[in-house]
C-alpha cells in the first residue's frame, strides 16, 4: 500500500526546486572555473574542507576530477579507487585520510604538470606587527598543501597555541642542546627576550622529498637563511602604510606602551632591511598577502624587483 505522506504546499515545491537548480548552477561554475584553470583544484579542496556545506563542500568528488583539466572518466575512476573514495562521496564529506590522500594526489599531480618546479625554502619576514603570524595563520589554515615550518622557542605557550602546531615550546637547555648538536637552521633572540630557531630536520626532508616549505621568523632568521642557503627565496612583508604599521601594534593590545615605542624604533631599523629582500608583499588584506605569499612561493623565475623601496617610516 502507497504510504500516504503529506505533500508540501506548492510555494515550497517551487522554492525548494528553484534552491536546487541554483546550487547546481554554482557547482557548475566551480567545475567550470577549474576547468579553465581559473580557480586551482586544490584551493576549491580547501574552500570544501573549510566549509563542507558551501558550494564546493557539496560537488561529489567524481565530478570534481572530471572538471580537471586531462582527467576523463576512466581516469576519474581509476583516481576514485586508488583514494579509495566512494563515487558517492562528496568534496565535504571526504573523510580525514581520504581528504589527505586526494590532497597529495593533487599536489602531486599540480608539482608535475608545473613541470615539476624546483622545491624552494621560502622565508616571510618584516617589521613587527605587519601581521606575519596573521597572514601565514591564514595560510595554514587556506592553503593546507604549503608545509610552515615549526619554530622551536623558549617562549612560554599562550592560550590556545598546540605543541608542535604554533611552535616547539622548549626551556633554555633544551635549545642549548639543539644549538649545541647542530639542530637548528637558523636561531635568533627576538624583542630582546626569548631565542627562536627554525629545526633543520623537517626543512631538510621536505626539500629532499621535492616540497617547498615556509618560514615565518624575524629579519635576523632571514639574514641566516640566506647565508646558510643563499638560493632560498626572501619575502618582505610591508604595512600598507607607517600609520597603518603603529596602529596594528597598538591595536594588537599585547605590548607596553614602553615596548611598542621601543618595538617602532625596531621596526624602522627593519623597514630599512627590506631592500637585501627579492620580494616586497603589502599587507593590504591578509587573503591577498596570503594569495601572493603562495603564488610566490611557486613562481620559477623572480621578476624584476621596483628601483625603489616602497616605504620608508
Ligand atoms: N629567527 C627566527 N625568528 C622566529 C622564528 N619563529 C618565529 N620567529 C619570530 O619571532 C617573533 C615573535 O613571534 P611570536 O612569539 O609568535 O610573537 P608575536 O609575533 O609577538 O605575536 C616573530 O617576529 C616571528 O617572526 C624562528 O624560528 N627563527
Ligand atoms: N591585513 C591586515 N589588516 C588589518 N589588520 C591586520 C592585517 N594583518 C594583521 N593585522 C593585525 O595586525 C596585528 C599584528 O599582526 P601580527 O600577525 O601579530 O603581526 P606580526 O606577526 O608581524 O608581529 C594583529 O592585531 C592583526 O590582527
Redesign the pocket.
Known amino acids: 500500500m502507497a504510504e500516504n505522506r503529506p505533500t508540501p504546499p506548492d510555494v515550497d515545491r517551487v522554492a525548494a526546486s528553484r534552491a536546487a537548480v541554483a546550487a547546481r548552477r554554482a557547482r557548475a561554475a566551480v567545475k567550470d572555473q577549474v576547468a579553465h584553470g581559473k580557480r586551482s583544484a586544490l584551493e576549491v579542496l580547501s574552500t570544501a574542507i573549510s566549509s563542507p556545506d558551501g558550494v564546493e563542500g557539496r560537488l561529489r568528488v567524481t565530478e570534481f576530477l572530471i572538471s580537471i583539466p586531462a582527467i576523463g572518466v576512466t581516469k576519474m575512476r581509476r583516481i576514485m579507487s586508488r583514494l579509495e573514495i566512494s563515487p558517492s562521496k562528496r568534496l565535504g564529506g571526504l573523510g580525514k585520510h581520504q581528504r589527505d590522500r586526494l590532497r597529495d594526489f593533487l599536489s602531486t599531480r599540480s608539482r608535475q604538470r608545473r613541470g615539476a618546479s624546483p622545491a624552494r625554502l621560502v622565508v616571510l619576514a ?1 617589521p ?7 597572514v601565514a595563520g591564514y595560510i595554514r589554515e587556506h592553503y593546507p598543501q604549503v608545509l610552515l615550518s615549526v619554530s622551536a622557542t623558549t617562549r612560554a605557550p599562550r592560550p590556545g597555541e598546540a605543541e608542535g602546531v604554533s611552535y616547539y615550546f622548549v626551556d633554555d637547555t633544551e635549545f642549548d642542546r639543539m644549538v649545541e648538536a647542530g639542530e637548528l637552521l637558523e636561531w635568533a633572540v627576538v624583542h630582546n627576550a626569548h631565542r627562536y630557531g627554525t629545526p633543520r630536520g623537517p626543512v631538510e626532508a621536505a626539500l629532499a622529498r621535492g616540497d617547498s616549505v615556509l618560514l615565518e621568523i624575524d629579519i635576523q632568521g632571514a639574514r641566516a637563511v640566506q647565508l646558510a642557503m643563499p638560493e632560498a627565496r626572501l619575502l618582505f612583508l610591508l604595512p600598507p602604510t607607517w600609520d597603518e604599521l603603529v596602529r ?1 601594534l597598538i ?2 593590545g599585547t605590548e607596553s606602551p614602553a615596548e611598542q615605542a621601543r618595538r617602532l624604533e625596531t621596526a624602522k631599523l627593519e623597514l630599512a632591511a627590506q631592500e637585501e629582500f627579492d620580494y616586497r608583499v603589502v ?4 587573503a591577498e ?1 596570503a594569495r601572493e605569499v603562495v603564488d610566490l612561493m611557486n613562481l620559477r623565475q623572480a621578476p624584476q624587483l621596483p628601483e625603489r623601496p616602497i616605504l620608508r617610516s
Open positions: 618584516g613587527t606587527a605587519v601581521g606575519k603570524g596573521t596594528r591595536g594588537r599587507n593590504h588584506d591578509v598577502a
